[in-house]
């Protein structure tokens, strides 16, 4: 039996969100000319918040905004490892750390399935001691990284389609796997329902009434 212990990571393992985080601490420290463009961010907000655009694009409008279009990642990789540090150390639960220390420990393959990107999850899956990585990738052209979304966010659904993908490319079975997952927001039901044993860890109000009605164990970390 294949045990796989799959964990969200956005307000999961993290207290708070990491990617507006991720954005202004490369811009800051690599062309600080472009936190003058953050306002424009907030434009970008309010037409997601009234649907003129997509979740994805709002991304991919951000990253661009930010970083750039196209951008070469050995560039910044030094900033992204120092970003993944601060984000351990001072963004995270230790409760979720432990958790995850306990599953190895219990031979479970650690897997990371989060919509942020690859870009900067990778980094602190890494250091996190996580052994697979299920995230948002990134279109490339001539070695440089484009802000453009390749293939689907890893959100809702499109995340339980990837582990799907991911686990076929493996060779795993879902019948031969004794699957844990652990999330805070009701768009990763899709996840928690596939798998074995479902965790609801800081649940937004919504999850925290599907676990509940579903008889899910609730995790508060503090």
Known sequence: MDKLAIYDMDRTITRSGTYTPFLLHIARR???????LAPFALVFMAAYGVKLISRSKLKELNLALLIGG???????????????????????????????ETDR??????VLA????????????????????????????????????DGENCYDDAKLRKIKAWMEREGL?????????Y????????MLEYAGHAFATNPSAALRAEAQKRGWPIYDWQ
């Open 105 to 110: 420990k219990a031979g479970y393959r650690l």
């Open 114 to 149: 989060t919509a942020s990107y690859h870009l900067y999850v990778d980094a602190i899956a890494a250091q996190l001691g996580f052994d697979d990585v299920i995230a948002t990738g990134l279109e490339t052209q001539n070695g440089a990284v484009l802000a453009r979304i």
């Open 30 to 36: 690599r062309a600080p000319w472009r936190l003058l």
């Open 183 to 190: 999330s805070d927001h009701i768009s990763d039901v899709p």
């Open 70 to 100: 196209r951008f070469d990642q050995s560039e910044i990789q030094g900033l992204i490892d120092d970003y993944a540090a601060k984000t351990i150390a001072g963004n995270s639960y230790g409760e979720a750390i432990a958790q995850v």
């Open 173 to 181: 079975a879902r019948e031969n796997c004794d699957i844990r997952a």
